[in-house]
Nanobody, 119 residues
Framework: QVQLVESGGGLVQAGGSLRLSCTAS????????MGWYRQAPGKQRELVAT???????NYADSVKGRFTISSDNAKNTVYLQMNNLKPEDTAVYFCTSRVVNSIGYTDYWGQGTQVTVSS
């Protein structure tokens, strides 16, 4: 079982920045990958960015060049630095982790943190 605690959401004007944090209850080097998804009202949850235990990153096209995902193994924490925010980035952001196990893998989710970008 992996528990994920997110923080850092809030209200910001377009062009501004926010940093989200996600702290895991287990050492993250044991986790295959961690990442962020988001869900806007009336829309499906979508990938934002992921980082593997080997530090390989993946980003949605809509956030490339603006968002950066990073990890701090000593703090069991993954960060999402969001710059040049746009109103269309408004959503609930969820932290996720994928743990490889005997049945394949299990995905865990945080409770979500609201990000609102005003125009």
């Amino acid at each position: 079982q992996v528990q994920l605690v997110e923080s850092g959401g809030g209200l910001v004007q377009a062009g501004g920045s926010l940093r989200l944090s996600c702290t895991a209850s287990v050492p993250i080097f044991r986790i295959y990958h961690m990442g962020w998804y988001r869900q806007a009202p009336g829309k499906q949850r979508e990938l934002v960015a992921t980082v593997t235990s080997g530090s390989n990153t993946n980003y949605a096209d809509s956030v490339k060049g603006r968002f950066t995902i990073s990890s701090d193994n000593a703090k069991n924490t993954v960060y999402l630095q969001m710059n040049n925010l746009k109103p269309e980035d408004t959503a609930v952001y969820f932290c996720t982790s994928r743990v490889v196990n005997s049945i394949g893998y299990t995905d865990y989710w945080g409770q979500g943190t609201q990000v609102t970008v005003s125009s």
